[in-house]
């Protein structure tokens, strides 16, 4: 996906949308009550889902400059018929973005939805629209499918994501290849997802090299003092 983009599928990117809601019925996420405490997931479930999230973004559309969010914890209690838990990490975040090029990004994840979960991912340029894994809608209503996605910007890469990220790590030793990510990638989409966190908390936009750099940490505070307290 990332290679049609940059190679100019859908032109020049002017927004990325992405929404993310998952129905848990007040339990917990993958049965696991620690992704909803923040001290124990290292920022709660919205990292845990967010840095892979966010590794897309820049990796179809490169640096993210800064990020405005909204945070909450609408689930003030969380129950799977045997453990009750009270989270401290953030069940929603509804957050937009700004890429370093000028693109525009909305990103929206939630464990709080009740009833009907969403899940999907918008690119749209100055061609068309790109729905990864789906398909790209180009001006004139033209469809291009993943399968010739694929076969035009990727021919070379198996379609099994697990084989896939075996290969690279093969390749990766055995021919000193760069992998698609790094430490530093992801630290650069840690950093995103916790801008986003510190947003929330602070009710202002954040640059994300203040996070990465470390000038800012109110957020992670707030992390580091609940791992010193929390019972594992």
């Not at 599928?9 to 620690?34: E, H, K, N, P, Q």
């Not at 800064?66 to 953030?90: A, C």
């Amino acid at each position: 996906m990332a290679r049609a983009v940059k190679a100019g599928l859908i032109g020049d990117v002017y927004m990325i949308m992405d929404y993310a809601t998952v129905t848990l019925g007040r339990s917990f996420f993958a049965g696991t009550a620690w992704r909803h405490m923040k001290g124990r997931a290292g920022a709660g479930w919205i990292n845990d889902h967010g840095v892979h999230r966010t590794h897309f973004f820049t990796e179809v559309n490169g640096p993210i400059q800064e990020v405005f969010s909204y945070t909450r914890i609408f689930e003030k209690e969380l129950n799977d018929g045997e453990t009750t838990i009270h989270p401290t990490g953030e069940d929603t975040s509804v957050t937009v973005f700004r890429f370093e090029n000028g693109g525009l990004g909305h990103w929206m994840c939630s464990t709080a939805a009740h009833g009907e979960k969403t899940d999907g991912v918008w690119i749209y340029g100055s061609k068309g629209c790109l729905r990864p894994g789906q398909h790209v809608t180009l001006e004139g209503k033209s469809i291009v499918t993943h399968s010739e996605i694929i076969q035009r910007y990727a021919p070379e890469v198996v379609e099994n994501p697990f084989a896939h990220s075996y290969i690279e790590l093969w390749e990766a030793i055995a021919e000193q290849k760069q992998p698609i990510s790094s430490a530093e990638r992801g630290l650069e989409a840690l950093g995103v997802v916790i801008a986003a966190l510190k947003s929330g908390h602070t009710g202002q936009p954040v640059s994300v090299q203040d996070i990465i750099r470390g000038e800012k940490h109110a957020y992670e505070d707030t992390v580091l003092a609940e791992m010193k307290t929390a019972r594992f």
